[in-house]
């Protein structure tokens, strides 16, 4: 299975900065990377799909990119609402599998 | 609108079969596949297995053995069956749609259900 690791585990950050969350693959994907966010509650959102396709209804602030093994989500200016983990998501090879998830932390 | 909910018993025995429903609105189950999902305590999330458009299932190796899913498309339900229960089976439980290679790829999850918590302890 090709693992993938996200890093950091957890970021402190404050409002309005921005951030970049990286994702790892223990191979070449090809680009079939996507991104999710879940709330505290438990609640899953999907935000990009293919490396940098935005979701419908995802603010342009959140944006994707990356090739080959190297990939990440960046949030240009953080709101309120951005304070959750985010999974990335490989399907280049089967079974696809996630990230272990990276907590943004109110600074 | 598209929607997704799971349920199903909330604690199982060990060596149980669990049995969950996913009732989905909003679409058609012969136009997108249903993935399950599940996520330990505290850990991240896993792909279990999938049930396509088309009627045919894929599964993650890792639970393969003891896993089951299918649908009543009239009733626009997908099940999913686990057998030999165990504590580490302990979490919660997704299903979530996949997307139909035109608007998004077929491995994106583009909606999903709210998750049901399930504890497997004796």
């Known amino acids: 299975d090709i693992q993938m690791t996200q890093t950091p585990s957890s970021m402190p950050a404050s409002l309005g900065e921005r951030v970049t969350i990286s994702c790892r693959a223990s191979?070449?994907?090809?680009?079939?990377l996507n991104w999710y966010q879940q709330k505290p509650d438990g609640t899953i959102k999907p935000l990009i799909y293919?490396?940098?396709n935005l979701q419908s209804g995802v603010p342009s602030r959140f944006s994707g990119s990356g090739s080959g093994t190297d990939y990440s989500l960046t949030i240009s200016s953080l709101e309120p609402e951005d304070f959750a983990m985010y999974y990335c998501?490989?399907?280049?090879?089967?079974?696809?599998?996630f990230g272990a998830g990276t907590k943004l932390e109110l600074k | 609108q598209v929607q997704l909910k799971e349920s199903g018993p909330g604690l199982m025995q060990p060596s149980e079969t669990l049995s969950l429903t996913c009732t989905v609105s909003?679409?058609?189950?012969?136009?997108?596949?249903v993935g399950w999902v599940r996520q330990p305590l505290g850990k991240g999330l896993v792909w279990m297995g999938t049930?396509?458009?088309?009627?045919?299932?894929n599964y993650n190796s890792a639970v393969q053995s003891r896993l089951s899913i299918s649908r009543d498309t009239s009733k626009s339900q997908v099940f999913l069956k686990m057998n030999s229960l165990q504590p580490e089976d302990t979490g919660t439980y997704y299903c979530?749609?996949?997307?139909?290679?035109?608007?998004?790829?077929?491995?994106?999850?583009?909606?999903w259900g709210p998750g049901t918590m399930v504890t497997v302890s004796s």
């Open positions: 293919y490396t940098s």
């Open positions: 998501q490989q399907y280049d090879s089967s079974p696809n599998t």
């Open positions: 191979q070449g994907i090809s680009n079939y």
């Open positions: 909003g679409f058609s189950l012969t136009s997108n596949g």
């Open positions: 049930i396509w458009a088309g009627g045919s299932t």
């Open positions: 979530a749609r996949h997307g139909d290679s035109y608007a998004h790829p077929y491995w994106y999850f583009d909606f």
